[in-house]
């Protein structure tokens, strides 16, 4: 090797490694991907299907990872949050829609998230989950309220890290079918998957990962000289390790497990005299991790974006952002006392963000094409932008349309007048953009 190879060879690694020490807000958001609800969709899929939806589960990785780079552009151009820039570049009520949207989506994933942590927490140590509830309740707010986002972001690193490491460790004492897992990467839909396969791309391609970004990387400082190292960050976090987590807890369910009706604690407790004891842990241990590190992660977006909304600050030197966010922590210790089984609610949460999340990506997609960026979207990333509307909006229709044939009760009709005003916003913002750029042109 020659001397000027050798030096651009160790100016790329050193360049890798400082890379590698930077990191951090994307991993906030996959904290938040590799969650209990993504792992109740994968149990699922897995268990129901077989290997049918393996194509899913690396589309979700490759889609979020899209997702978020696209939520990157919009931050570190503009360098403020989504919803002032929303409220400045759109109008003050599409900023509205936006924040109801996040807040009604990460509202109720926090509280069957900590419905899931305290069932796995009470599983491991005996100890009563609604008393787990409050304990985790209080550890967040004195831990985010007290240390704000650097926090949650050493936490998140940590966390996701040990979560990946647990399951590729579970994966490897899991006999696998090679033959079948790849018919699995031909695209198809079994009958009734259609919930299951929006829950999967809905664990990556979540309004609340969207939206968070940009406040996320403001927080640490980034703006457009960071571009390569932001990138980086969502490669590392959300191709590489959400796409090991989801694959590795895929291919151990498909393996092994066929009960449709199990939740994601049971499905760790059928594996002990399936193929032993140490998948058994493994796979707890790792839904346990799985499930602090999105609670934490999915605490900070609401106040993000309310704080943002009434013009305060966005980091705890501001005490009413303080406030609002150890309230919306303390607020999700009742979630410990919903009980009941776990994976339909979790299904059904990462499903309904599902619902609202093509409303986001139309928002980032209308403000990386317009005056709000000092450079538009390529045609690259517009094409690719457009399609992540397509699917999740397809797959949203696709969830709406099952549960109405399943019939309408509460539940699944609060979703559907949901689903139908966030549809209808996003038409209306598709056509205003258009109406726009005619006049424009």
Request: charged share 10%; glycine share 12%.
């Amino acid at each position: 090797m020659n001397k000027t190879s050798s030096s651009t060879t160790a100016a790329e690694g050193g360049a890798v490694r400082d890379y590698l020490g930077e990191m951090g807000p994307s991993w906030v958001a996959g904290a938040i991907a590799a969650g209990p609800a993504t792992m109740a969709s994968l149990v699922t899929a897995g268990a129901r299907f077989n290997y049918a939806l393996l194509w899913v589960v690396i589309l979700s990785a490759v889609a979020g990872a899209l997702a978020q780079y696209l939520a990157m552009r919009l931050g570190l151009l503009t360098e403020h949050g989504i919803v002032g820039v929303v409220e400045e570049y759109i109008g003050k009520w599409w900023a509205w829609i936006l924040v109801v949207d996040v807040v009604i989506a990460a509202g109720v994933a926090q509280l069957v998230i900590m419905n899931t942590v305290a069932s796995v927490s009470s599983t491991i140590t005996g100890i009563d989950a609604r008393v787990w509830g409050g304990i985790w309740a209080l550890l967040l707010a004195v831990g985010l309220a007290g240390r704000g986002y650097h926090f949650i972001e050493l936490a998140a690193k940590i966390l996701v890290t040990a979560v990946v490491l647990a399951f590729v460790a579970s994966l490897s004492v899991v006999p696998i079918d090679p033959g079948s897992a790849v018919l699995g990467l031909v695209p198809s839909l079994p009958s009734g998957s259609a919930v299951v396969a929006a829950g999967i791309l809905g664990g990556a391609v979540h309004i609340t990962l969207i939206t968070m970004h940009s406040y996320t990387m403001h927080a640490r400082g980034w703006t457009d000289r960071e571009y390569s190292l932001a990138t980086f960050d969502i490669v590392a976090s959300m191709v590489v390790a959400f796409g090991v987590y989801s694959v590795a807890i895929f291919l151990v369910t498909a393996s092994v497990l066929t009960n449709p009706n199990l939740t994601t604690v049971s499905a760790a407790q059928a594996l002990g005299p399936l193929v032993g004891s140490s998948a058994r842990w493994l796979f707890l241990l790792g839904l346990g991790g799985a499930a602090i590190s999105t609670l934490g992660g999915n605490t900070i977006v609401p106040p993000f974006l309310v704080a943002d909304k009434l013009g305060w600050g966005t980091t705890v030197e501001d005490s009413r952002y303080r406030a609002l966010l150890a309230a919306f922590a303390l607020l999700s210790a009742p979630g410990a006392f919903i009980g009941g089984e776990v994976i339909g609610q979790l299904v059904l949460v990462l499903a309904l963000g599902t619902v609202g999340t093509p409303f986001a990506i139309a928002v980032v997609l209308y403000l990386l094409n317009s005056r709000a960026v000092p450079k538009s979207n390529s045609t690259l990333a517009n094409c690719g932008g457009l399609t992540l509307l397509l699917v999740s909006g397809v797959l949203a229709a696709n969830f709406i349309r099952e549960r109405i044939a399943d019939g309408v009760d509460t539940l699944s009709g609060v979703v559907l007048v949901f689903a139908i005003v966030i549809g209808i916003a996003t038409i209306v913002l598709l056509g205003k953009y258009v109406r726009e750029e005619a006049v424009v042109t």
